[in-house]
């Protein structure tokens, strides 16, 4: 409501100076000069209400690129068509048409280029004290997962986490879903956000930067990051290997989870409880105390068990450690077997 009466004041003395000025200079009388003020102060309010829909960003990028671009045909008309050289003086109209040639292109390029005009200056770094601190951007399902609260605490992470403004978008997104699983994984994230910005040991910064030519959230995260010269801090196996195709460092908790799990070893023996059946036939899935799933061959039939089993393989990846096992047979039950097959 204040905007507008500063506004209805602007238009008031716009109208005003119009009564007073324009009388002056296009001789005519005061009540046409007090409207013609008026409906001016009325033009320069809704230029300055349909400003609003573009960013100060891309404005400033905008004035920028004019900026450059008068600057260029400025020397280019002194130098090029310079007539010591021989070239025939050039016309006005031919200079201005040359010199809206050239602000078009400065503005066309610097807009396009804004995000990375806006992401290399705040990120110069002028003293050793940032130079030694990096970047890391952090994507949604690292959030998500929630792990990241956690390995904060530990001071694993020195560099400054940089959460893009897109990513919370995302993460809005999926608190917001009409499905129940998705909306609760969401509002999960936000909430370890709210933790991670609460810490004493978290040094974050939201990023505003944004690149409409681009749909994709992982490749927005890449495109950022290679500005940036930062890491992506990710548990998604997808985008860890797109990254890597991209030559931009990915730090990967699953990764660091498995270097910091218990080794288990082949014919290694131990003891769990088969919880539901496994994809091929006759498995069971057990697991152990750190998430490590096993499969067990033959063990569909002592779902809800506890079991011997014996380690035959281990498969480790980005997407996590999975264990192969088989059932640990007694030497009574062993002794039996042979005797049958006898």
Same mark, same amino acid.
């Given at each position: 409501?204040?905007?507008?009466?500063?506004?209805?004041?602007?238009?008031?003395?716009?109208?005003?100076?119009?009564?007073?000025?324009?009388?002056?200079?296009?001789?005519?009388?005061?009540?046409?000069?007090?409207?013609?003020?008026?409906?001016?102060?009325?033009?320069?309010?809704?230029?300055?209400?349909?400003?609003?829909?573009?960013?100060?960003?891309?404005?400033?990028?905008?004035?920028? &690129?004019?900026?450059?671009? @008068?600057?260029?045909?400025?020397?280019?008309?002194?130098?090029?068509?310079?007539?010591?050289?021989?070239?025939?003086?050039?016309?006005?109209?031919?200079?201005?048409?040359?010199?809206?040639?050239?602000?078009?292109?400065?503005?066309?390029?610097?807009?396009?280029?804004? #995000?990375?005009?806006?992401?290399?200056?705040?990120?110069?770094?002028?003293?050793?004290?940032?130079?030694?601190?990096?970047?890391?951007?952090?994507?949604?399902?690292?959030?998500?997962?929630?792990?990241?609260?956690?390995?904060?605490?530990?001071?694993?992470?020195?560099?400054?986490?940089?959460?893009?403004?897109?990513?919370?978008?995302?993460?809005?997104?999926?608190?917001?879903?009409? #499905?129940?699983?998705?909306?609760?994984?969401?509002?999960?994230?936000?909430?370890?956000?709210?933790?991670?910005?609460?810490?004493?040991?978290?040094?974050?910064?939201?990023?505003?930067?944004?690149?409409? #030519?681009?749909?994709?959230?992982?490749?927005?995260?890449?495109?950022?990051?290679?500005?940036?010269?930062?890491?992506?801090?990710?548990?998604?196996?997808?985008?860890?290997? %797109?990254?890597?195709?991209?030559?931009?460092?990915?730090?990967?908790?699953?990764?660091? @989870?498995?270097?910091?799990? @218990?080794?288990?070893?082949? @014919?290694?023996?131990?003891?769990?409880?088969?919880?539901?059946?496994?994809?091929?036939?006759?498995?069971?899935?057990?697991?152990?105390?750190?998430?490590?799933?096993?499969?067990?061959?033959?063990?569909?039939?002592? %779902?809800?068990?506890?079991?011997?089993?014996?380690?035959?393989?281990?498969?480790?990846?980005?997407? &996590?450690?999975?264990?192969?096992? #088989?059932?640990?047979?007694?030497?009574?039950?062993?002794?039996?077997?042979?005797?049958?097959?006898?």
């Amino acid at each position: 409501m204040t905007l507008w009466i500063v506004r209805i004041c602007f238009c008031m003395f716009s109208a005003v100076v119009g009564w007073d000025f324009i009388p002056t200079v296009l001789k005519v009388g005061p009540v046409i000069g007090a409207a013609a003020g008026f409906v001016v102060g009325v033009v320069i309010i809704a230029i300055e209400l349909g400003l609003k829909r573009f960013s100060f960003r891309g404005i400033a990028a905008a004035m920028i &690129g004019f900026i450059l671009g @008068a600057v260029v045909s400025n020397l280019v008309i002194k130098i090029l068509f310079n007539p010591d050289f021989g070239f025939t003086p050039l016309s006005g109209y031919q200079k201005l048409i040359i010199t809206m040639i050239f602000c078009y292109i400065g503005v066309m390029y610097v807009y396009t280029g804004r #995000d990375e005009i806006h992401l290399i200056i705040p990120y110069v770094r002028f003293s050793k004290q940032s130079e030694s601190r990096g970047f890391v951007i952090v994507d949604t399902s690292v959030i998500i997962d929630g792990r990241i609260a956690d390995i904060l605490q530990t001071d694993f992470i020195d560099e400054v986490l940089v959460i893009p403004r897109f990513v919370l978008k995302e993460l809005h997104s999926i608190a917001d879903s009409s #499905d129940d699983l998705r909306r609760q994984r969401g509002r999960r994230g936000l909430e370890i956000l709210k933790k991670i910005q609460e810490s004493s040991k978290a040094k974050i910064k939201i990023d505003d930067s944004d690149f409409p #030519d681009i749909t994709e959230v992982d490749h927005k995260l890449i495109r950022l990051a290679k500005i940036m010269g930062a890491k992506i801090l990710t548990n998604d196996y997808n985008l860890n290997k %797109v990254a890597e195709i991209e030559k931009v460092k990915v730090l990967n908790i699953n990764d660091l @989870a498995n270097v910091v799990k @218990a080794v288990v070893l082949p @014919a290694e023996k131990m003891k769990i409880t088969i919880v539901r059946a496994g994809k091929e036939k006759n498995q069971g899935v057990g697991y152990l105390d750190d998430g490590t799933m096993i499969v067990v061959s033959e063990g569909r039939r002592h %779902v809800g068990k506890k079991v011997d089993v014996e380690v035959v393989s281990v498969l480790q990846t980005s997407a &996590g450690k999975m264990i192969f096992a #088989d059932i640990k047979q007694s030497k009574r039950h062993h002794q039996k077997w042979e005797n049958a097959k006898l």
